[in-house]
């Protein structure tokens, strides 16, 4: 009879174990999404709208995409949208607008060339900021510093910037803002009070660096175009360093100033550092080219699908600016766009000398295209050729004179300093 008991209460032991486990497999399963059917995906109302949306980022690429579109690879991708993408992303819960722009990313990357880095579909957030990012301009007072028990040290004011205007300039000591000590206060809460919503006015006292005087002024956030160009130290006699971070509208002008310093200064070295320089428009290559080529030369072409050749030539500038100098080109894997397209026209045309890594390899017209909701496809339009009709590598421009990883950083400026300081002994000591 004990022995009876012992499996009753064994069986009954098992019985309750596998009770407990369907108990939680249907719990779980009740609250797990519910994963679409693709019956379900084609039967809601917005799945029209989804694919006519889709169709138009299709018929942009293929209207204005370099590289040919395969109309089955557009098929093949709805036919993924229907049975995978749509429904998985709805049992995430994700938003209809979310929906579609996801998607439309999946699209962009799917139908693309496998070199192409730079063509992507943006939301309308992101395509706004990527807007400003690409053509280098910014809404703010254009104030840039550092916290001291004292106040808010600036160290750099952006040119065309409304404070500069004004006659704020690095080395200040911002003492209130809209009349609120800075004393005291988080750097964070200084950024934010420094980078208000755009037309605001921001009431600035502060301690001139020069005079240290203390100054009034209300400053005006409004959108600018940042500065690109900065003159690095160096202790060479007559070689100057430029970096040049990006190129922009307003590249060339940036670089005038500093040409026009260096040619009253009699320089006859110059370095241009385009090392992670992710490029710009291919205009602002073709303008900066004028201070070191000879004007109207051809410069390079692009040329669209279906479209005529859009050449470039070297604008003509006053020849006060002409530099007749020795010139080097500093680049790295990080140099993209115009500034390989520069670097590699200034190679080609035997004006410079290349220093350091092999550039991107993505020498492409890339151009913004937007839909009724503002968000917007960036494709590549073109590629970019010499006036030989010789097309830009993918593997970048390979520099005359190749470095290592370990002698990429700013040892690189001063090698590059020495080798234009001995070209310049070597002219003067020419008969």
Known sequence: MPRYRWICLFVAFLLLLLATKFIVRSLAQAQAPVQPSIDMVKTDPLYPEYLDFFEKVYKTLDENYYYPLDRDGFNRFIDKFSTKIYPELKAEGKSNSYV?????????EDLKAKEDIFSAFYPPESAAQYEQEVLGKQIDLGIQGEMKLEGFVVTNVEPRADAFEKGLRGGALIVKIDQLPVAGLSLEKVNQLLTPLENTLVHLEFIDAETKETRVIDALSKEYFKQTVFMLPLSVPDVYCLKIERFNRMTAEDLTRFMQY????????IILDL??????????AREISAFFLPPNSDFAYFQMKDQPKS????????????????LVVLVNKES???????????????????????????????SMFHFDDKSMVLLVTARGHHPDGEVFSFDGVTPDEKMEDKHMGDDLIKYAATVLSQKVQDSTKAP
């Open 100 to 108: 579609k722009w996801r998607s439309a990313a999946y699209l962009v």
């Open 262 to 269: 260096i040619l009253e200064k009699g320089g006859k070295g």
């Open 275 to 284: 090392r992670g320089n992710p490029g710009g428009p291919p205009l602002a």
């Open 311 to 326: 050449g470039l030539d070297v604008p003509e500038i006053p020849e006060q600016f002409h530099y007749h100098g020795n």
């Open 336 to 366: 993209g766009s115009a500034s390989e397209l520069f670097s590699g026209i200034m190679q080609r045309r035997g004006r410079a000398e290349i220093m350091g890594q092999n550039t991107a390899g993505q020498v492409f017209l890339k």
